[in-house]
């Protein structure tokens, strides 16, 4: 199925890279975005259509792909979809959502034939744009070796986690560690900077030793001269982090990290911060050290 014609719905940070990689693999039949300006400009751009609706385009695709924020947005995007969907039709959704309303809406598609792959990624924008994700898959193994080559056009690593749902239980631990991680590296940081530490120095020596993490490495320096643009925008991660914490309390699982997280990343949220970058972070952290 290396030639499968794969939809694409939802052209984000995420979704317009992902759109690109595939239409230079020749996986790419359309488009369709809430946003119509956007999907004419990349649909221009790669040569494709814009569908008018999903249903038209899941019409035109053997694989629709997916890529929303929320989990509403998704249950929106399915339901659009219904009169186009057809049996050996196979939807596969990057968006990060709670396993249970993945297990639901692919129950939902199972009884008319389609199948369904939970591939949430990580890797930022810039893994994105770079064609370097990290894609955690849930599926039936025989419909995630159909969509295989799709995920493969975006990602440098595509990794079978087990069924249905697998893919988004993987993404919530995944959550943990960036949420977690953040908290480390920006607090760590507003303590070199109270403590008046030389900036390029200070990251050049984390980096090269056991502090070191994707996050300080390609945050560290934009955060310090505080430009926070996405990347990956803290309201994003709230909600992320939200579906961690109610899979925790669902499992009777005392999360502590997740919880600090939370409670800081909705602050800076409230404060209107929520389309910056996580790296933001920083900003809470240097209030409750005392800073500005």
């Given at each position: ?68 924020s929320a989990d509403e947005d998704l249950r929106q995007v399915i339901a659009q979809s219904g009169p186009g969907l057809q049996e050996g039709m196979v939807v596969v959704d990057t968006s990060t959502v709670s396993p249970a309303v993945t297990k639901e809406l692919a129950e939902q598609l199972v009884e008319i034939g389609v199948g369904w792959v939970d591939a949430p990624v990580s890797g930022g924008v810039e893994g994105a744009i770079n064609g370097r994700l990290s894609a955690m898959v849930g599926g039936d193994f025989a419909n995630f070796s159909r969509v295989l080559p799709v995920l493969e ?140």
């Amino acid at each position: 199925m290396s030639n499968v014609k794969t939809g694409v719905i939802g052209l984000g940070a995420l979704g317009a890279p992902m759109a690109r990689h595939l239409a230079g693999c020749g996986l790419l039949s359309g488009v369709w975005n809430r946003t119509t300006a956007k999907a004419d400009s990349l649909a221009l751009e790669l040569d494709t259509v814009t569908a008018g609706s999903p249903a038209e385009l899941a019409d035109l695709s053997d694989v629709l792909l997916i890529c929303v924020s929320a989990d509403e947005d998704l249950r929106q995007v399915i339901a659009q979809s219904g009169p186009g969907l057809q049996e050996g039709m196979v939807v596969v959704d990057t968006s990060t959502v709670s396993p249970a309303v993945t297990k639901e809406l692919a129950e939902q598609l199972v009884e008319i034939g389609v199948g369904w792959v939970d591939a949430p990624v990580s890797g930022g924008v810039e893994g994105a744009i770079n064609g370097r994700l990290s894609a955690m898959v849930g599926g039936d193994f025989a419909n995630f070796s159909r969509v295989l080559p799709v995920l493969e056009a975006f990602s440098a690593s595509v990794t079978h986690m087990g069924p249905v749902g697998y893919g988004q239980a993987t993404k919530a631990v995944n959550q943990v560690m960036v949420g977690g991680i953040a908290e480390a590296v920006c607090e760590g940081l507003a303590l070199g900077e109270k403590l008046n530490l030389p900036s390029e120095r200070l990251l050049g020596v984390l980096t090269a030793g056991a502090a070191d993490s994707w996050f300080l490495r390609y945050r560290g320096k934009t955060m310090l001269e505080d430009r926070f643009e996405p990347g990956f925008k803290q309201a994003l991660l709230l909600k992320d982090l939200k579906i961690v914490q109610k899979l925790a309390r669902d499992l009777n699982m005392n999360m502590q990290t997740v919880d600090l997280a939370i409670r800081d990343y909705s602050a800076l949220v409230a404060a209107g911060d929520g389309d910056n970058d996580t790296s933001g972070l920083i900003k809470a952290k240097r209030v409750q050290a005392g800073g500005a």
